[in-house]
């Protein structure tokens, strides 16, 4: 059988087999700050290459719409407005900024789409990292606080109700591009299909071949190989954890991943796969988890609409595992030990 390793930076892997189909096709492309891969299987070469287009240029699109580092995106200029009143926004980004809030109340607030104001504090952005003192965490947290984004649905307006405040949206926006991405794959006419983008991925008609479905590994966070394989019919799923980035600064080492409640950084567990009906919904639940406390996340994770969620902890000697809601078909392979 032949396989395809794509092992993105957020550590998922997509295990694909053979095509079912008479065609499939797929490309590549840099969006989003990272590589979009896009795969397509159709009745014929020619409508599984327009389905791989359309899914690329989809995310080209969105990527004008949410770009946090694009001065001239619609959300950096919404973020220049909304503070003076409402602002009126294109559908697509209304709807994005909805799901946040949505996504930010569902977690309690440790997915918090206002946090950028924290964050740039501690100057890992620009290459200098710094640890802020109390008074100065103080302040920037008076400009955070989900609640303060008011929308007006009839109006699609978007307003700021705090000084400073300012919308990030890279805890969901990928999520949600690559949702878009899959979705346009289908109107142009792919029996079945996947998205992926730096480890969030969406993917809709059961897999490569008849029967099957997609086949995703997480990978181990520590070391080469795979930690668990699950398959994925249909949805999107991402991953979230603070192995990804380190930094150091007046002798402490943080992590990129922060608590918009206390406005400091946290180390949280080895890495959260989220399986959801969406990718924007996995994308924020995985940012969420990777900063809320164990016990929490537990309480939060039961309800029956919650996501599937893996959440590797590392013990003294080796990773652990906590499994919460639906894996199909999902293998540990390893431990950790």
């Not at 395809?4 to 840099?30: M, T």
């Not at 930690?227 to 930094?247: I, V």
């Not at 003294?316 to 809601?325: F, I, M, Q, R, S």
């Amino acid at each position: 059988m032949k396989r395809d390793f794509i092992i993105p930076a957020a550590l998922l892997v997509i295990l694909a087999s053979c095509g079912r189909g008479p065609a499939e096709y797929r490309a590549e492309r840099q969006a989003m700050g990272t590589v979009v891969l896009a795969r397509a299987v159709a009745a014929d070469e020619e409508t599984a290459r327009r389905a791989v287009e359309a899914a690329l240029e989809a995310v080209a699109r969105d990527e004008k719409v949410a770009s946090s580092w694009d001065p001239q995106s619609e959300l950096s200029r919404l973020n220049r407005a909304a503070a003076e009143g409402p602002t009126e926004v294109s559908p697509e980004l209304f709807e994005l900024v909805r799901l946040a809030r949505e996504a930010a109340a569902a977690t309690a607030g440790c997915f918090d789409p206002t946090v950028a104001p924290v964050v740039e504090l501690y100057g890992i952005k620009g290459g200098a990292p710094r640890w802020p003192g109390d008074d100065e965490v103080a302040a920037a947290m008076e400009k955070v606080g989900y609640d303060g984004v008011l929308l007006v649905e009839g109006e699609r307006t978007v307003a700021f109700a705090r000084p400073g405040m300012v919308l990030d949206l890279s805890g969901i926006a990928k999520g949600w591009a690559v949702d878009r991405a899959a979705a346009a794959m289908a109107e142009a006419g792919a029996m079945a299909g996947i998205v992926e983008a730096g480890g969030d991925l969406a993917c809709f008609g059961g897999g490569p071949r008849a029967g099957e479905e997609w086949r995703v590994g997480v990978k181990h966070p520590d070391r080469d190989g795979l930690y668990a394989t699950f398959g994925l019919a249909s949805g999107g799923c991402a991953t979230s954890g603070g192995y990804a980035q380190r930094f150091e600064a007046d002798g402490r080492k943080f992590s990129h991943l922060f608590d918009p409640r206390t406005g400091r950084p946290v180390d949280g567990p080895a890495g959260v796969t989220v399986v959801a009906q969406t990718c924007a919904e996995a994308d924020a639940w995985a940012t969420a988890l990777a900063v809320m406390p164990a016990a929490e996340a537990g309480r939060l994770l039961k309800p029956a609409s919650a996501p599937g969620c893996l959440i590797l902890r590392r013990s003294e000697t080796a990773l652990k595992h906590d499994v919460y809601g639906i894996f199909p078909n999902m293998k540990i392979i390893t431990d950790g030990s």
